[in-house]
């Protein structure tokens, strides 16, 4: 499955974002979907992930009860509903796939897209 992560862009602290992410490819209804930031200087880490059936979301700590992670079957889109934003959330965002029961550990995903940058400045 390829995935094209696209909805990054500058903006203040406070404020919001909506990154979606398009595969093509493949049975997206079959993949539990993630999303993945690295910050400048960092290991790219875990934001949040869902099951293939758009349930059973999980969230980082670090974004809990501010970001919100959905799933469409239809459009074969994953979003990544980001509001509150703050100067640390800055970094490059990617969408992954995964076959995997364990769709919140991110040596599971196997398909990757190319990251979208996320600016939040203060």
């Known amino acids: 499955v390829q995935l094209q992560a696209s909805g990054g862009g500058l903006v203040q602290a406070g404020g919001s974002l909506r990154l979606s992410c398009a595969a093509s490819g493949g049975t997206f209804s079959n993949y539990n979907m993630g999303w993945f930031r690295r910050a400048p200087g960092k290991e790219r880490e875990f934001v949040a992930a869902v099951r293939r059936s758009n349930t059973g979301p999980r969230y980082a700590d670090s974004v809990k009860g501010r970001f919100t992670i959905s799933k469409s079957n239809t459009k074969n889109t994953v979003y990544l509903q980001m509001s509150s934003l703050k100067p640390e959330d800055t970094a490059v965002y990617y969408c992954?796939?995964?076959?995997?029961?364990?769709?919140?550990?991110?040596?599971?995903?196997?398909?990757w897209g190319q990251g979208t940058q996320v600016t939040v400045s203060s």
């Open positions: 992954a796939a995964t076959s995997n029961i364990n769709y919140a550990h991110i040596a599971n995903y196997h398909y």
